[in-house]
């Protein structure tokens, strides 16, 4: 059986006039599938916040590395929002506190503000003192993951993956360190805890100059603070061995304030309530599960243009390489033909390749 050139030509407009027709905004769990489908992996990330009040995390990701779907935005108590993050992805996670922004979303936060002057960041990072989360996704291989308290620590956070292989082991920090953070660290009245580093700027408490090595620089009064305080955090630059943490395969749950909830058992903390984020294009359900945490929001991530690096602090990253995201649909060349008519078997691989060609295109 035999199609005529026109009729080919006729099937190709209907598909592109549906393809254009059904290209809505793709879930989460959709896009997740399609990348899934070629090839293309990736880990969801889900931010939490337990506290009390508004926060406004800020997203850096590294040099060579896209950016995700948002670089900063806010986060009401008991909300949360998801992120897709394609393998080889790394970066870094705050929180913002104290924050001002008007109607055009302009303004600045009292802590970790990343100097850009409105919600989003656009590839600053955070001014210390910011506890941090930090991520290098794997490519096909270990993620490694860590809290650092290096550049100080404004407040609480918890990472836990979900649904990878290995130790996945949770980290963070769930101590109240602005309560025991001495004076000549403090910052305000209270609601950040500066490093060492900062406050004082001598080679010995940053690890440079002739400390900058782990034989010559070595935990600190200060550091030892943090540690006791948070013995799964990085203390200092080279504290490696006891803040350093790897799964493979994994989503990801970023929770701030985790001991506001309180239910709090273990490891695992209490539902946040769904509710829309006004302005995000993200729909919040009940009937989803990410990390443990049921009823959390699907959000439909976009790459874009890659990020710059802030200043290293050396919490990790020296052995952590940076990722890139390197994702391409790999397309074989279709033998032209010179006959006015295709076979049935041609139409349909032609259709297909089209088909998935579509896929990427919207994806």
């Given at each position: 059986?035999?199609?005529?050139?026109?009729?080919?030509?006729?099937?190709?407009?209907?598909?592109?006039?549906?393809?254009?027709?059904?290209?809505?905004?793709?879930?989460?769990?959709?896009?997740?599938?399609?990348?899934?489908?070629?090839?293309?992996?990736?880990?969801?990330f889900?931010?939490?916040?337990?506290?009390?009040?508004?926060?406004?995390?800020?997203?850096l990701?590294?040099?060579?590395?896209?950016?995700?779907?948002?670089?900063?935005?806010?986060?009401?108590?008991?909300?949360?929002?998801?992120?897709?993050?394609?393998?080889?992805?790394?970066?870094?996670?705050?929180?913002?506190?104290?924050?001002?922004?008007?109607?055009?979303?302009?303004?600045?936060c009292?802590?970790?503000?990343?100097?850009?002057?409105?919600?989003?960041c656009?590839?600053?990072?955070?001014?210390?003192?910011?506890?941090?989360?930090?991520?290098?996704?794997?490519?096909?291989?270990?993620?490694?993951?860590?809290?650092?308290?290096?550049?100080?620590?404004?407040?609480?956070?918890?990472?836990?993956?979900?649904?990878?292989?290995?130790?996945?082991?949770?980290?963070?920090?769930v101590?109240?360190?602005?309560?025991?953070?001495?004076?000549?660290?403090?910052?305000?009245?209270?609601?950040?805890c500066?490093?060492?580093?900062?406050?004082?700027?001598?080679?010995?408490?940053?690890?440079?100059?002739?400390?900058?090595?782990?034989?010559?620089?070595?935990?600190?009064v200060?550091?030892?603070?943090?540690?006791?305080?948070?013995?799964?955090?990085?203390?200092?630059?080279?504290?490696?061995?006891?803040?350093?943490?790897?799964?493979?395969?994994?989503?990801?749950?970023?929770?701030?304030?985790?001991?506001?909830?309180?239910?709090?058992?273990?490891?695992?903390?209490?539902?946040?309530?769904?509710?829309?984020?006004?302005?995000?294009?993200?729909?919040?359900?009940?009937?989803?599960?990410?990390?443990?945490?049921?009823?959390?929001?699907?959000?439909?991530?976009?790459?874009?243009?890659?990020g710059?690096?802030?200043?290293?602090?050396?919490?990790?990253?020296?052995?952590?390489?940076?990722?890139?995201?390197?994702?391409?649909?790999?397309?074989?060349?279709?033998?032209?033909?010179?006959?006015?008519?295709?076979?049935?078997?041609?139409?349909?691989?032609?259709?297909?390749?089209?088909?998935?060609?579509?896929?990427?295109?919207?994806?």
């Amino acid at each position: 059986m035999e199609l005529t050139l026109s009729s080919l030509i006729l099937t190709l407009i209907v598909l592109l006039a549906t393809s254009r027709g059904k290209n809505k905004p793709k879930t989460k769990t959709e896009k997740k599938k399609t990348l899934l489908f070629m090839g293309v992996s990736s880990a969801t990330f889900t931010f939490v916040n337990r506290c009390d009040y508004t926060i406004w995390p800020g997203i850096l990701a590294n040099a060579g590395s896209s950016t995700l779907d948002s670089t900063g935005f806010e986060l009401p108590t008991d909300s949360s929002r998801s992120f897709l993050a394609p393998t080889g992805w790394s970066g870094r996670f705050w929180a913002r506190t104290g924050c001002n922004f008007d109607g055009s979303g302009a303004g600045s936060c009292n802590t970790g503000d990343c100097g850009s002057g409105q919600v989003e960041c656009g590839g600053l990072g955070a001014a210390p003192p910011a506890t941090l989360a930090e991520f290098t996704l794997g490519n096909g291989g270990q993620d490694f993951y860590d809290v650092s308290l290096v550049d100080g620590y404004n407040l609480p956070m918890v990472v836990e993956g979900s649904g990878g292989s290995g130790l996945c082991a949770s980290t963070g920090c769930v101590a109240d360190v602005n309560q025991q953070c001495p004076s000549e660290l403090k910052v305000g009245d209270g609601e950040a805890c500066k490093s060492a580093c900062e406050a004082f700027g001598s080679p010995e408490y940053c690890c440079s100059g002739d400390f900058n090595s782990p034989s010559t620089c070595k935990p600190s009064v200060y550091s030892q603070m943090f540690k006791a305080a948070c013995p799964k955090s990085y203390s200092y630059a080279y504290d490696d061995a006891t803040s350093t943490f790897t799964c493979t395969g994994a989503d990801y749950t970023v929770t701030f304030c985790p001991s506001s909830s309180p239910s709090q058992k273990s490891s695992s903390y209490a539902t946040p309530s769904s509710q829309q984020q006004q302005g995000s294009g993200l729909e919040n359900s009940g009937d989803g599960s990410t990390s443990g945490y049921p009823g959390t929001t699907t959000t439909t991530g976009a790459a874009g243009s890659g990020g710059s690096s802030s200043s290293g602090t050396g919490s990790g990253e020296t052995m952590l390489a940076d990722g890139s995201y390197l994702a391409g649909l790999a397309m074989g060349d279709s033998p032209r033909t010179t006959t006015a008519s295709l076979t049935v078997i041609s139409v349909l691989q032609f259709i297909t390749c089209l088909s998935l060609m579509f896929t990427f295109c919207y994806l």
